[in-house]
């Protein structure tokens, strides 16, 4: 059984759409994250999120937003794509006070916006 | 907020050489140092970690140092092999989460 899964594995639309990214995750932990990979490999936090709180990266657009429908899951919706937001995103666990510990990574999403 | 440098970004060794990646930190408040390592194609995976109350930590051919006083960490790999060859990345945790640096791409020649 894969720890932390995403769909899907790739992801081609044009600009302006509205599209979702699926994070699905069975380790049990409490704290899921969202990072953006760009072109030259910089990895960003973008949200991380456990039931109690959602911490924002304030540089992230108010395009994005992380949906959690349970303590399984978070989803990220992206509105208005623009081509900027061609990118690596992977989604990441870890146990609560997810800061001092271990980050299990997902198999990451390639979005590519024409 | 928390700023990680990481140097080299590019490492190329023979098989068999030591490689070491250096990282700092600007945070006093960052007390886990984690490093991942991530592979064509895959999401990056801890390959060791050390916590602010410890100098150093050894795994088999990985080693990492971390230096509180002067705020830097590094990554020691001994005796590299091909599979070796992949991006590392250092970070700096708080309770908020981890600050990456920007990967060292290592590339190890057979």
């Known amino acids: 059984d894969t720890a932390v899964s995403q769909t899907p594995k790739y992801l081609v639309t044009q600009m302006g759409n509205d599209k979702s990214i699926k994070c699905e995750q069975n380790l049990g932990h409490d704290t899921m994250y969202w990072y953006k990979q760009d072109s030259k490999k910089f990895l960003k936090i973008m949200f991380s999120y456990n039931n109690k709180e959602l911490i924002i990266n304030e540089t992230v657009p108010n395009r994005f937003s992380p949906k959690s429908p349970d303590k399984a899951h978070l989803n990220l919706h992206i509105n208005s794509l623009e081509l900027g937001d061609s990118a690596v995103y992977f989604c990441?666990?870890?146990?609560?006070?997810?800061?001092?510990?271990?980050?299990?990574f997902g198999p990451g999403t390639r979005l590519t916006v024409l | 907020g928390e700023n990680v440098e990481q140097h080299p970004s590019t490492l190329s060794v023979q098989e068999g050489d030591s490689a070491v990646i250096k990282c700092t930190y600007s945070?006093?408040?960052?007390?886990?140092f984690p490093w991942y390592k991530q592979e064509l194609g895959k999401g990056p995976q801890l390959i060791i970690d050390i916590r602010s109350n410890v100098g150093e930590k050894k795994d088999q051919r990985i080693a990492v140092t971390l230096n509180k006083t002067a705020k830097h960490f590094s990554l020691h790999i001994t005796e590299t092999q091909p599979e070796d060859s992949a991006v590392y990345f250092c970070?700096?945790?708080?309770?908020?989460?981890?600050?990456f640096g920007r990967g060292t791409s290592l590339i190890v020649h057979p």
């Open positions: 970070a700096a945790s708080s309770r908020l989460g981890p600050t």
């Open positions: 945070d006093s408040a960052s007390n886990y």
């Open positions: 990441a666990v870890a146990l609560s006070g997810g800061g001092y510990n271990e980050q299990f």
